[in-house]
């Protein structure tokens, strides 16, 4: 991973990922973020290694008369740098142990 950091939208789309909301628009739905953040967020994850996307069958988005999804799944190095920016931002304070729970349960059904 770069020693760049995480920054705070994009964090939400990797957990998003890692609680198990695998295409766009269920990202979207999950975070509350706009369309021109998820996708450019997911690029940017996906260019520095912490998620991987494959496309879907054509032929199945054809029978649901929708366009083809691209899937995403958080990769050992994606898991790695969202345990660390979560405890980063517990240790500052800034996340309820609520929300830091389900993020970690999120994180232990990504790595099953």
Do not use: K
């Amino acid at each position: 991973m770069s020693p760049r950091a995480i920054g705070a939208a994009t964090l939400a789309v990797l957990q998003s990922v890692a609680e198990g909301h695998r295409y766009g628009f269920d990202i979207i739905d999950r975070t509350g973020l706009p369309s021109g953040t998820v996708y450019p967020a997911l690029s940017t994850l996906e260019r520095r290694g912490l998620v991987s996307a494959r496309w879907e069958e054509e032929s199945l988005a054809r029978v649901e008369a929708r366009p083809r999804r691209r899937y995403y799944r958080v990769t050992g190095a994606g898991q790695q740098a969202l345990r660390e920016a979560l405890a980063r931002l517990e240790q500052m304070g800034l996340r309820g142990r609520g929300e830091a729970r389900r993020a970690r349960r999120g994180l232990r059904d990504a790595e099953a």
